[in-house]
């Protein structure tokens, strides 16, 4: 789909090893927009929300704490079949089994600390676009 947009959070793991500007780089160069950009903290509140898939895992205050702890970048990005392609620059949730040339694969061993989400369907960034871009048009 062409002008699809996605949501992406830099996690804090990201600001704190200072990724930020090298995962960016990679979707620029992959000719996504950023149609959106915000430094923000991520609530408890926002996390049961965003995470409310996982928020009954006996793991789950393990990744609050994780989110919570420090800033994230949160971005939309736009360009064609941005969900999938983002999903697939992602890698795997489990760092230790992302492909090498994925930024997880590259940057990370870690099952938690992954340093970035993007939405995994349609639906999700939709929805998530929403939540943390409130007043986001999307034209
Ligand atoms: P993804 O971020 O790849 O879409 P999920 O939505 O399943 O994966 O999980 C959300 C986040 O919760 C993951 O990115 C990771 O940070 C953390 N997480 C999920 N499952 C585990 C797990 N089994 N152990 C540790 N952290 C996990």
């Known amino acids: 789909m062409e002008n699809e947009k996605t949501l992406i959070l830099l996690k ?18 992959r000719r996504y ?22 928020a009954d895992r006996d793991f789950f205050p393990e990744i609050r704490d994780y989110m919570c702890r420090g800033p994230l970048v949160a971005l939309v990005l736009e360009g064609r079949d941005t969900v999938a392609v983002c999903r697939a620059m992602l890698g795997v949730t ?7 040339g994925t930024i997880r694969g590259d940057f990370t061993q870690s099952f938690r600390e992954n340093l ?13 676009i929403k939540f943390f871009f409130p007043e986001f048009v999307d034209k």
Do not use: C, N, W
């Not at 489990?94 to 090498?100: Q, W, Y």
């Open 33 to 54: 927009k950023i149609a959106a950009m915000q430094l923000m903290h991520m609530t408890p509140d926002m996390a049961k929300v965003h995470y409310s898939h996982l």
């Open 94 to 100: 489990d760092g230790a089994k992302a492909a090498p």
């Open 116 to 128: 970035v989400h993007a939405s995994d369907s349609p639906e999700a960034a939709a929805r998530e």
């Open 12 to 29: 804090p793991d990201a600001l704190e090893r200072a990724l930020v500007g090298r995962i960016l780089t990679r979707f620029e160069e």
